[in-house]
């Protein structure tokens, strides 16, 4: 009898990086208008479990606009190289060859943070977080988490960047970025 081997994943059982080459769109890392004066940048590095940066990950970001209503302005996927006037509350950006991304945005309004969806390879769904830009005290999510583990989803400002904040998501390891079920589970 022979031992059992592993088998790598098919295109069917991960969610990446069969997305890389469609998925992106020009432009889309910029939620904001160009030149918008109160636009905040968002960037960072996503890593494996081993601390090696993810080459080939995509992010999603969806958030309220400034007044904290969802944003109706079409166009956050154009393709057509029509420059944005509108903030769209949506992006879609990738990974480079650092395993860095940066996103254009507004600072939200309501709730202090940007929803993030991660896709990668390896993975067989995507993984869902939170970007705060600062920890609120009465946030229930936040508040259900134990201390050391709250600034895994702080997008600290950055103060090589103006108006930059950096957040780095972490897929394992000792700091690994907190992520999130949706729905949530039942206590």
């Known amino acids: 009898m022979t031992p059992e081997r ?50 080939d990950a995509l992010l999603e970001f969806w958030q309220t606009g400034p007044g904290g209503a969802p944003p109706r302005a079409p166009g956050a996927l154009r393709r057509d190289g029509a420059a944005r006037t509108a903030f769209t509350g949506f992006g879609r950006v990738p990974t480079d060859a650092e395993g860095h991304y940066a996103l254009r945005t507004l600072p939200p309004g309501g709730a202090p943070y940007l929803a993030v969806a991660l896709f990668t390879r390896g993975l067989t769904h995507h993984l869902r977080t939170r970007a705060y830009f600062a920890l609120p005290g009465d946030d229930p999510l936040l508040a259900a988490l134990p201390q050391e583990r709250r600034a895994t989803l702080l997008a600290a400002p950055d103060p090589a960047l103006p108006r930059g904040h950096r957040f780095d998501v972490r897929l394992g390891g000792t700091a690994e970025t907190v992520f999130l079920t949706y729905p949530p589970d039942p206590a």
Request: net charge negative; hydrophobic share 40%.
């Open 6 to 55: 592993a088998l790598p994943a098919t295109p069917a059982q991960t969610v990446g990086p069969y997305f890389g080459f469609a998925l992106p769109a020009p432009g889309a890392a910029g939620l904001a208008p160009a030149g918008h004066p109160e636009a905040v940048t968002v960037h960072g590095y996503v890593y494996d479990g081993e601390g090696a940066p993810v080459t």
